[in-house]
């Protein structure tokens, strides 16, 4: 009896649970159903907001970077210029009215190197804040082929940095943003369009020669620049050119810096302070390029209140592999602040480089002539002593209270400005001090009308001051201000010929020191 009874009830808890999964699945069946229909309606109602494709609707294909492939649908204004442009970029266009529009590059870079300029192929990678205002210099300036490379697109936080784009710029690759915008002020300048991602194996392809007709058929680059601020693609692009003996000038990181008096030109393997040029350095010397590349770069440090990279939130972190966060592999996840001014301040950096360069104007970069003051106050000492020394030697005697008319800011002037902080005789930039070039007709005595006031006083000319390292200064020394020789018994035709074009140098800046 017990046994049937407990087959009863186990009979009744089975139909029980198929009744409650049967229902649980209808009731499910019904939820997901109801969710799939607001889908569907959503959807649809999504399909009916797009306005059709017309004439004030222009669609098309992303690229594989999901951006835009080309420039938007032209307004009538753009049209017109995109006709005037093709026109001028065949030959229909005054080439006076070109001259006229570059009159002042015409009268400072002469006409030789103008036109220089004008008949350059120059290669801009990265379109960003740095590269737009690098390739609008450029093309203001006179330069006639350049070719822009970059996948990325206009967003709305480009616009606090770029030269050229405007709000109706938004979405639109930025090489076509470029390209619209200048043919509206120099619409003889040829563009090529390159909406790519650089990368060391496209690099032969994106670099090649690039011919408008058969003139100019097969010619190389004459400057890439790199404005770049992925470091992977940075490191192919440099190391790619420097391989191909391509001319290429590369701008360090702008983010997080905001005095544009530290920033410098020079070697890379000079530049400091700057994480991105830091890394670069390193991964360039594993590939067995130590230096040979000019680069712009900041000197400014980071302090108290000062911007910084923050770090990713540990959110972010929580969401899995951080390297999975970004749009395209390498490319950092988070937002660099950025003062707005400062990739203009790089960019125009690097084009006046390229545009000194390619027209042969005089540029002898001087990199340190900031926070060098412990340098001066060496370079102050050795002169002081070099001359009590000297003027020991005349009088016989200890002169006390010897002093030197000159100060520290004479001697930045003059190793910065003059010998562009390396040593007249060998080039070099260590160890460096200043010394008379020839013992003066009265010696090194004090200067007695000073005496008469109770000053003692060494008279000294700056433009006889050169620099020199401290090995080379004692030898100076030794032979020819106490020695007697003259200088061209020491020295050969280039050393001479070098010191008299910075006495030259010194004769004229005195007029407007």
């Avoid at 808890?13 to 569907?40: M, N």
């Avoid at 103008?114 to 093309?139: D, E, P, T």
């Avoid at 050969?492 to 140098?505: A, G, I």
Wanted: net charge neutral.
């Amino acid at each position: 009896m017990s046994s049937w009874l407990q087959r009863q009830v186990g009979q009744q808890q089975a139909q029980l649970a198929v009744t409650a999964a049967i229902s649980g699945a209808a009731v499910a069946g019904a939820i997901f159903g109801y969710q799939a229909l607001r889908r569907k309606e959503a959807v649809q109602h999504l399909k009916a907001s797009i306005p059709p494709i017309d004439e004030r609707h222009h669609a098309e294909k992303l690229t594989e970077y999901g951006t835009a492939a080309s420039s938007t649908h032209l307004s009538k204004e753009d049209e017109r210029s995109a006709a005037l442009a093709q026109r001028a970029q065949e030959g229909d266009y005054d080439d006076d009215l070109i001259l006229e529009q570059l009159a002042r590059n015409r009268v400072f870079l002469t006409d030789d190197g103008l036109a220089k300029l004008r008949s350059s192929f120059i290669i801009v990678v990265g379109c960003g804040g740095v590269g737009s205002h690098a390739v609008a210099s450029l093309a203001r300036s006179g330069v006639s082929k350049i070719r822009l490379i970059d996948f990325d697109q206009v967003t709305l936080s480009s616009l606090n940095r770029h030269a050229l784009a405007t709000l109706a710029d938004v979405g639109t690759p930025k090489v076509h943003c470029i390209k619209k915008r200048l043919e509206q002020i120099v619409p003889w300048v040829k563009f090529d369009c390159r909406n790519e991602l650089f990368g060391g194996s496209v690099a032969p392809d994106l670099l090649a020669p690039w011919s408008w007709d058969d003139s100019d058929k097969g010619r190389k680059p004459d400057y890439v620049l790199d404005c770049i601020d992925n470091i992977t693609s940075k490191v192919e692009l440099l190391h790619y050119c420097h391989s191909n003996s391509i001319p290429v000038i590369s701008s360090m990181g702008a983010g997080c810096k905001s005095d544009p008096t530290r920033i410098m030109v020079g070697d890379i393997s000079l530049s400091t302070d700057d994480p991105l040029s830091r890394s670069t350095r390193r991964r360039l010397k594993l590939l067995g390029v130590n230096s040979g590349i000019p680069v712009v770069f900041s000197t400014e440090k980071p302090g108290p209140g000062k911007a910084s990279l923050l770090p990713l939130a540990e959110e972010e972190f929580a969401k899995g592999q951080v390297g999975e966060l970004g749009v395209l592999p390498d490319f950092r996840v988070r937002i660099l602040p950025v003062l707005g001014t400062m990739p203009a301040v790089f960019g125009y950096a690097i084009a006046n480089h390229v545009i000194c360069d390619i027209s042969g104007y005089p540029n002898d970069y001087n990199v340190g002539g900031k926070g060098r003051e412990k340098l001066y106050d060496s370079i102050m000492a050795s002169l002081q002593g070099l001359h009590e020394r000297l003027a020991r030697a005349e009088a016989g005697h200890d002169l006390v209270g010897l002093r030197i008319p000159i100060s520290k800011d004479d001697v930045g002037y003059l190793v910065e400005e003059i010998w562009r902080g390396r040593s007249a005789i060998s080039n070099l930039t260590n160890r460096l001090i200043l010394v008379p070039w020839q013992r003066p007709a009265r010696g090194f005595l004090p200067d007695p009308e000073w005496e008469k006031e109770g000053q003692k006083f060494i008279p000294i000319d700056l433009k006889n001051l050169v620099c020199m390292t401290k090995e080379e200064g004692a030898r100076h020394e030794r032979e020819v201000l106490r020695g007697g020789k003259d200088v061209t018994e020491v020295y050969d035709e280039k050393v001479l010929e070098k010191v008299k074009r910075r006495m030259e140098e010194v004769e004229v800046h005195e007029k407007f020191r």
